[in-house]
């Protein structure tokens, strides 16, 4: 729910990188690990750069954020 430096420069970012990164592990500091063919992962990877292109700034109300 929070970017804290810039949304536009996390989605270049994520178009910067998204065609050229392979991997099938997605190894978190917290929550579940997760294990992908390659290519799926790719495909998710990119649907997320797409996504977070189609974002805008928005103001942060901190009073609603869960901490």
Same mark, same amino acid.
Do not use: C, K
């Given at each position: 729910?929070? /970017? @804290?430096?810039?949304?536009? *420069? =996390?989605?270049?970012? =994520?178009?910067? /990188?998204? *065609?050229?990164?392979? #991997?099938? @592990?997605?190894?978190? *500091?917290?929550g579940d690990r997760?294990r992908l063919a390659?290519?799926?992962?790719?495909?998710?990877l990119r649907a997320?750069?797409?996504? /977070?292109?189609?974002?805008?700034?928005?103001?942060?109300? #901190? /009073?609603?954020?869960? @901490?």
């Amino acid at each position: 729910s929070v /970017t @804290w430096y810039s949304i536009e *420069g =996390l989605a270049a970012s =994520l178009a910067r /990188t998204a *065609g050229r990164l392979r #991997f099938e @592990w997605i190894l978190p *500091g917290h929550g579940d690990r997760r294990r992908l063919a390659a290519d799926e992962m790719s495909r998710r990877l990119r649907a997320l750069a797409e996504r /977070t292109r189609l974002l805008r700034p928005q103001p942060i109300d #901190f /009073t609603a954020v869960r @901490w």
